[in-house]
């Protein structure tokens, strides 16, 4: 049984930083692609950032120059940096695991900005 838990979210002024962790756990190999995407109230997900396995990054627009995703392949973790938080980052961040056969998702974790 794989899972997959995000961490780190909470509320944070604008401007502020958080770092999120996604870990997996179980029976996962080789993952291919993993990446951050969230979900704000009354939207569709969307795409945060991806990073391959051996480490190609891409970023929505939106985030770009303002947080940074890296993984540990070796824990099969992934990490999202997340700095000069701005109120429309608010959302649940969902952690996303692809491996050749299988994608995985997590339950989200509440990133909150006050203004």
């Known amino acids: 049984q794989v899972q997959v838990v995000e961490s780190g979210g909470g509320l944070v002024q604008a401007g502020g930083s958080l770092r999120l962790s996604c870990a997996t756990s179980?029976?996962?190999?080789?993952?291919?692609?993993m990446g951050w995407y969230r979900q704000a109230p009354g939207k569709q997900r969307e795409l945060v950032a991806t990073?391959?396995?051996?480490?190609?990054?891409n970023y929505a627009d939106s985030v770009k120059g303002r947080f940074t995703i890296s993984r540990d392949n070796a824990k099969n973790t992934a990490y999202l940096q997340m700095n000069s938080l701005k109120f429309e980052d608010t959302a649940v961040y969902y952690c996303?695991?692809?491996?050749?056969?299988?994608?995985?998702w997590g339950q989200g974790t509440q990133v909150t900005v006050s203004s």
């Open positions: 996303d695991v692809r491996t050749i056969l299988s994608d995985f």
């Open positions: 179980g029976s996962i190999f080789s993952i291919n692609t």
């Open positions: 990073i391959t396995d051996i480490g190609r990054t």
